[in-house]
C-alpha cells in the first residue's frame, strides 16, 4: 500500500477499489438528497462536504437532488435555502434534479412489478400492516391480499392512480418475505395515497412513492455510482438492492446499478440536529428563526459569522466513520477560531462601557495614532483618535481588585492598547454607589505605548474615544442546551428541558471604533481582547449590530474545570 493509499478513508478506498476494478467504467457520480422540509444543518453540511469532496476529488461531480417524494411537508422555500446553503459551503452540482421528475417513470415501473407478480394492492389498515408484520421475534403474516391476481392489482393501482380512493384505504406493497429476519423485506410499502397539494407537481398525483422505493429507483436513473447515506439505512440496503434487481431485462436502469454506502451520522454536543426538531423551535418561539445564530442549521452558522472554510475543516476534522459518535461543539468552535485568527482584521470595541476622562489632556486635544490591523503586515494600517474621553470595558476596572489584578484600580497604571500609559487617579460614583467615570492621568511621555524610563506596566486594555465612537448593539451567545445530548432524556422527558435561557445576550451600549460604523453584513472582526464578531444583516449604515460569533478562547472549559 503507498503512503496516500494509508490516509484514504473508507469510503474512498471503497472507490479507489472500484476504480481499479472498472466496476463502473471508472466512472464516479455521486448525490446529495435532501428532503426539501427544512433548512440544512451541520450534519447535512458533513454529508454535502464528503458527496462533493468524493465528486470532486474522482471527477464524477455530484448531483444536488431533492428528494421531494413527501408533498405535506415540503415547501419552495426551503428548496432555495438549500440551494443557496450548498453553494455558500462552496460546492456547485452537476445537475439539480427533483424526485418529483420521476413520478411516471416510478409509477410506470411499479406496474412493472405488478405485472411481474412482484407488488401488490393491500386493504389492510396501518394497524393491521403493523400487526401483521410482526416484529424482531415474531414472524410476519401474509396479508390475505398477498395473492391477489395480477390483473386485479393492475386495476385496483390504476384507480388509486385515479384518484378513487381515500387515504390509507390501499397500499402498494413489495412482495418480498413476510418471515425474512430483516422488517424491510417483509412486503415493506412501495405507494401510499396522498390527497395533497406537491410544490411542484400540484394535484396531478395522489399516489406518492415510499422512500426505500423511490431512492434506489432515483440513484438508478440517474447513473449514480456510489449512494452514501447515514447507517440507519444499513438494513435498507438489501431492499435497495431489490427493487433495482427486479428490473431483470434492464428496460428500466442502466448497469451497473448503484450502490448503497452507509457511513455515522454526525452529531454534534449541546445542539439538536433534525430538521423536525429545528421546525419546533422556530414554530415555538425559541430562537428567532432558521437562521437565527444559536441554531445549528448553515444558515444559523453563517448569520454567527462561520465562514464556509471553518465548516469544511471541520467536516474534515470529524472525519468519515462508521461507527456512531458525538462531536464536540468546541471542535466546531475551534476550527472558526483557527480560520479567524488569521482573516479577521482587528478593531477596537467597548461592550459595557465605563467613562474614562483623562484629566491632563485638554479639551479638544486630539491624538491620531495608527494601529496595525492585523499582525500580518499585510493588513495595512488604520487611524485611531486618543482624546480626554473615553469608554473602557466595565470589566476591567476593580475597586478593590484581587490578587494579580493586572487591570485599571484606583492608583494602579495600566497601557491603553496603541496610546499611551495611564493611571487611576480618582473614582467617581453616582447616589447609588456605582461607579460611573474614572478620572485618570496620562504620561504623555508614553504616547505610542511605552514610558521611556521602561518601567514596567502589565495590562493592556482596548478603549474607543468617547465622541469618535460608533454606538453599536452586540448580541452574545451561549450554548442553546445546557446538556451535552439534549435529547437523552430521562423517560417521559421533553427534550426541551435542558433548553438554556441565557443562551442569548443583547447589548445596547457598546461603542465601537469608528472605523466599524459603516460595518456590512457579514464582514467579520477580532474585536481585541473579546472574541470574533460578524456584522449582522440587521446592521444599518451608522447603526451597525454584531454577533459574537466565538470568543477568543474556550470558557467553557475553565468552568467545567472549576465547577
Ligand atoms: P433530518 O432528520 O435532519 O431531516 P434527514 O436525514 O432526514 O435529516 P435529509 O434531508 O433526508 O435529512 O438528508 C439529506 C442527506 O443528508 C442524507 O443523505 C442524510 O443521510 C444526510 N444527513 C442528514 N443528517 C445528517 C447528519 N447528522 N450527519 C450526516 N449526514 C446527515
Ligand atoms: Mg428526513
Redesign the pocket.
Known amino acids: 500500500m503507498s503512503d496516500a493509499s494509508k490516509s484514504l478513508n473508507f469510503l474512498e478506498e471503497l472507490i479507489e477499489a472500484d476504480l481499479a476494478s472498472g466496476t463502473h467504467g471508472g466512472r464516479v457520480l455521486t448525490r446529495?438528497?435532501?428532503?426539501?422540509?427544512?433548512y440544512?444543518?451541520?450534519?447535512?453540511a458533513?454529508?454535502?462536504c464528503?458527496?462533493f469532496g468524493l465528486g470532486l476529488k474522482y471527477g464524477g461531480g455530484t448531483n444536488l437532488r431533492f428528494?421531494d417524494t413527501n408533498p405535506t411537508k415540503e415547501e419552495q422555500e426551503y428548496v432555495d435555502a438549500i440551494e443557496a446553503d450548498v453553494r455558500w459551503l462552496g460546492f456547485d452540482w452537476k445537475a439539480v434534479l427533483f424526485a418529483s421528475d420521476y413520478f411516471q417513470t416510478m409509477y410506470d415501473y411499479a406496474e412493472f412489478l405488478i405485472t411481474r407478480g412482484k407488488a401488490y394492492v393491500c386493504d389492510l389498515t396501518e394497524a393491521e400492516i403493523r400487526d401483521y408484520r410482526g416484529n424482531f421475534h415474531v414472524p410476519g403474516k401474509d396479508s390475505p391480499y398477498r395473492d391477489r391476481p395480477v390483473e386485479e392489482n393492475l386495476d385496483f393501482f390504476r384507480r388509486m392512480k385515479a384518484g378513487e380512493f381515500p387515504e390509507g384505504a390501499k397500499v402498494l406493497r413489495a412482495k418480498i418475505d413476510m418471515q425474512s429476519g430483516n422488517m424491510n423485506l417483509r412486503d415493506p410499502l412501495l405507494y401510499r395515497i396522498r390527497h395533497a397539494e406537491h410544490h411542484r407537481t400540484g394535484a396531478a398525483w395522489c399516489l406518492y412513492p415510499m422512500y426505500d422505493y423511490a431512492h434506489p429507483v432515483e440513484d438508478a436513473l440517474e447513473g449514480v455510482t456510489h449512494s452514501?447515506?447515514?447507517l440507519e439505512?444499513e438494513d435498507h440496503r438489501p431492499l435497495y438492492d431489490w427493487v433495482l434487481e427486479q428490473d431483470v431485462e434492464e428496460q428500466f436502469f442502466k448497469r451497473p446499478l448503484p450502490k448503497q454506502f452507509e457511513?455515522?451520522?454526525?452529531?454534534l454536543t449541546y445542539t439538536v440536529?433534525?430538521?423536525?426538531r429545528?421546525l419546533e423551535l422556530v414554530k415555538e418561539g425559541h430562537v428567532k428563526g432558521w437562521d437565527d445564530p444559536r441554531m445549528s442549521t448553515i444558515s444559523g452558522l453563517r448569520r454567527r459569522g462561520y465562514t464556509p472554510a471553518a465548516v469544511r475543516a471541520f467536516a474534515e476534522k470529524v472525519g468519515v466513520a462508521r461507527r456512531a459518535a458525538l462531536s464536540e461543539v468546541a471542535l466546531l468552535e475551534g476550527a472558526i477560531r483557527e480560520d479567524l485568527e488569521k482573516a479577521a482584521p482587528r478593531r477596537m470595541a467597548v461592550l459595557r462601557p465605563l467613562k474614562v476622562t483623562i484629566t491632563n489632556l485638554a479639551e479638544g486635544e486630539a491624538h491620531e495614532l495608527t494601529l496595525a490591523n492585523h499582525p500580518d503586515e499585510g493588513f495595512g494600517t488604520r487611524q485611531v483618535t486618543f482624546t480626554r474621553d473615553l469608554y473602557i470595558e466595565r470589566d476591567d476596572f476593580e475597586e478593590v481588585p484581587p490578587k494579580k489584578w493586572f487591570r485599571l484600580a484606583p492608583g494602579a497604571e495600566v497601557r491603553l492598547k496603541g496610546a499611551c500609559l495611564i493611571r487611576c487617579e480618582e473614582v467617581v460614583k453616582d447616589a447609588s454607589g456605582q461607579v460611573v467615570e474614572l478620572r485618570c492621568t496620562w504620561d504623555p511621555a508614553s504616547l505610542g505605548g511605552d514610558a521611556p524610563d521602561g518601567r514596567k506596566v502589565k495590562g493592556t486594555l482596548h478603549w474607543v474615544s468617547a465622541v469618535h465612537a460608533v454606538n453599536a448593539e452586540v448580541r452574545l451567545y451561549d450554548r442553546l442546551f445546557t446538556a451535552e445530548d439534549p435529547m437523552d432524556t430521562p423517560e417521559g422527558g421533553d427534550w426541551r428541558a435542558s433548553l438554556n435561557p441565557a443562551s442569548l445576550e443583547v447589548l445596547t451600549e457598546a461603542r465601537l471604533e469608528p472605523s466599524l460604523a459603516d460595518a456590512k453584513p457579514g464582514d467579520r472582526f477580532q474585536f481585541e481582547r473579546l472574541g470574533y464578531f460578524c456584522a449582522d444583516p440587521d446592521s444599518k449604515p451608522g447603526a451597525p449590530v454584531f454577533n459574537r460569533t466565538v470568543a477568543l478562547k474556550d470558557s467553557w472549559v475553565k468552568a467545567e474545570a472549576k465547577g
Open positions: 446529495f438528497p435532501p428532503e426539501p422540509n427544512g440544512l444543518h451541520i450534519g447535512h458533513k454529508s454535502i464528503l458527496n428528494d452514501i447515506c447515514t439505512f457511513f455515522a451520522r454526525l452529531n440536529m433534525s430538521k423536525r429545528l
